[in-house]
């Protein structure tokens, strides 16, 4: 019903940034929010940031300030821009879309198949 496909990872030094993307395509009626998640091995997944539709965003405490998340509704796409990278940002990062794809449907979740950042020396 809904494919959504997460790009923009890859390796970078402490201190570099990185900018992810996240499309969703299919049988979309409306978007309710579109959010990034993150696993690290041995870890459980946990938010990094999401964004409603009226642009209001929530972040995990541990990217405030370096991390932005932001969407383009006409185009059914999410980013998140990081910066200031560390080596504990290392990890899968997975985009969560809570989208609706029809009148008479609810609101369920779609996931990305994740894209690795890596963050070392």
């Known amino acids: 019903q809904v494919q959504v496909v997460e790009s923009g990872g890859g390796s970078v030094q402490p201190g570099g940034s990185l900018r992810l993307s996240c499309v969703a395509s299919?049988?979309?009626?409306?978007?309710?929010?579109m959010g990034w998640y993150r696993q690290a091995p041995g870890k459980e997944r946990e938010l990094v940031a999401i964004?409603?539709?009226?642009?209001?965003?929530d972040y995990a405490d541990s990217v405030k300030g370096r991390f932005t998340i932001s969407r383009d509704n006409a185009k059914n796409t999410a980013f998140l821009q990081m910066n200031s990278l560390k080596p504990e940002d290392t990890a899968v990062y997975y985009c969560?879309?809570?989208?609706?794809?029809?009148?008479?449907?609810?609101?369920?979740?779609?996931w990305g198949q994740g894209t690795q950042v890596t963050v070392s020396s």
């Open positions: 969560k879309v809570a989208a609706r794809t029809g009148l008479l449907s609810g609101v369920p979740d779609f």
């Open positions: 299919g049988t979309i009626f409306s978007i309710y929010t």
């Open positions: 964004i409603n539709r009226g642009d209001v965003a």
